[in-house]
């Protein structure tokens, strides 16, 4: 429990001493977030709190976070302006789900490779193989609608829509010849 002390004295505003707790956001997009004070962010949290703490709301309404992966964001748009007119293909490493909306507008292909080997990545980017991927999960439009959902709710999100009209939902993928369209699609979805 001592080192646990210790950690509360590095959180933001709001910890344990002011009668709140150490939890912060979740940050699923590339830039600064700060839970909705409004209609979306719950003030107190519908999950109870661990038996090591002596709390039992996690909600974090108000709370900022900053994103790790700011310098990621920074080498998309910097790759851009360099390429021109020339397309940026992103390979997007993830195990839940983002917000794709920031990093869209750099990319004129957004590979979500998923556990996958990186010859079979290096295949699909050179054209040497067709990809055939479907997303296991939603990608939410924008974090008001991460705060938005029900945590004991499934799919119940506005998912994420692209500038070509794809949407970001279960099973949602992509091939050579557009939107992937099989008897996995409507098992899943």
């Known amino acids: 429990m001592e080192s646990v002390n210790a950690m509360i004295k590095h959180w933001p505003a709001g910890g344990p001493e002011e009668g709140g707790n150490v939890y912060i956001p979740i940050n699923l997009q590339y830039s600064p977030y700060t839970a909705d004070t409004a209609d979306t962010a719950r003030e107190v949290s519908l999950a109870g709190g661990s038996p090591l703490e002596d709390f039992t709301n996690r909600g974090y309404e108000g709370k900022s976070v900053k994103t790790i992966n700011a310098t990621d964001m920074q080498l998309v748009k910097d790759t851009k302006a360099k390429m021109g007119d020339k397309p940026v293909i992103v390979s997007v490493k993830i195990a839940k789900p983002m917000v794709f909306s920031q990093i869209e507008v750099s990319a004129a292909a957004i590979l979500v490779p998923m556990g996958i080997q990186e010859q079979a990545l290096m295949e699909i980017i050179t054209g040497a193989a067709e990809p055939s991927g479907l997303l296991p999960f939603q990608m939410p439009a924008d974090m008001l609608t991460v705060e938005a959902?029900?945590?004991?709710?499934?799919?119940?999100?506005?998912?994420?829509?692209?500038?070509?009209?794809?949407?970001?939902?279960?099973?949602?993928?992509?091939?050579?010849?557009?939107?992937?369209?099989?008897?996995r699609v409507q098992k899943y979805r």
């Open 149 to 183: 959902q029900f945590e004991d709710v499934p799919r119940d999100m506005q998912p994420y829509s692209d500038s070509d009209g794809n949407t970001y939902d279960i099973a949602f993928g992509l091939n050579w010849n557009g939107v992937i369209e099989d008897a």
